[in-house]
């Protein structure tokens, strides 16, 4: 189960990681980010979650690199970050918001064609966050409709430089996509089938990132616009310099 944090509670890791970042801490809940010992020794396979909840393998030949810090590299055909176990996103009807430090110049088009955090069964996927034709996307196969159903946002982020992503999803079915700190756009997606399961960070069913994530965080409420942008302002130096 996650850790949830819930206001200004924080616990340990917690404090450490304001401390660090200056990041919204209230319902942080996993936090894998290649910058840090606590989630990546530089060396080998094994990945943890700063939050100390889920970890992972890296897979295929994923590999790390210096740039940014410290990033994921993935080839675009089938490396990826595996979890331990899924986490949980819910049927939209919860609030949640995921960030993700990402770099592509991928122009891969198409069903999950650029996951960042998805899903390996094929039973069926239920969600995934991705960057589809350049721009940020979410597919989601709901529960009621035999069908993938995809919504994207309109800022293109496959330019070769480092963006920071945030879907922010509202419990009434809303989801708000924001880059490098800035509002997007908001869609509508239907409800998720099973709970919406993922349990694999730049890779999905049959596919692969194509390019370097950083860091991936999910938190268990919907973060407003200041939060959103104390994110981004708290991370992204070591991405721009």
């Known amino acids: 189960m996650p850790i949830n944090l819930g206001g200004n509670e924080l616990n340990s890791l917690g404090v450490k990681l304001l401390n660090e970042t200056n990041i919204p801490t209230g319902s942080l809940s996993y936090y894998w980010d290649a910058s840090l010992t606590s989630t990546y020794s530089g060396s080998g396979t094994t990945v943890s979650d700063f939050m100390g909840n889920v970890g992972g393998t890296l897979q295929n030949g994923a590999s790390y690199s210096t740039n940014g810090g410290g990033t994921f590299v993935f080839d675009g055909s089938n490396d990826r970050l595996l979890l331990n176990t899924s986490i949980i996103l819910y049927n939209g009807n919860v609030d949640w918001t995921v ?98 399961p993922l349990d694999v960070i730049g890779g999905g069913l049959g596919t692969s990132f194509n390019g370097s994530i950083g860091l991936v965080a999910v938190y268990y409420n919907a973060h407003s616009l200041s939060q959103v942008l104390q994110f981004f302002n708290s991370t992204r130096q070591r991405f721009r310099v």
């Not at 430090?101 to 039973?123: C, E, H, Q, R």
């Not at 879907?167 to 996509?177: C, D, E, G, L, Q």
């Not at 800035?182 to 239907?190: E, K, N």
């Open 99 to 196: 960030y993700a430090w990402m770099k592509t110049t991928s122009t891969a088009d198409g069903l999950i064609a650029n996951p960042i955090l998805s899903n390996t069964s094929g039973g069926p996927i239920y969600g995934s966050l991705d960057v589809d034709g350049g721009k940020q996307a979410y597919w989601v196969y709901p529960s009621n409709v035999n069908d993938w159903k995809q919504f994207k946002g309109t800022v293109t982020v496959n330019d070769g430089n480092w963006h920071s992503l945030a879907w922010v999803n509202n419990s009434n079915y809303t989801m708000n996509f924001y880059v490098d700190g800035v509002y997007d756009t908001q869609v509508s997606p239907t409800n998720a089938g099973n709970n919406n």
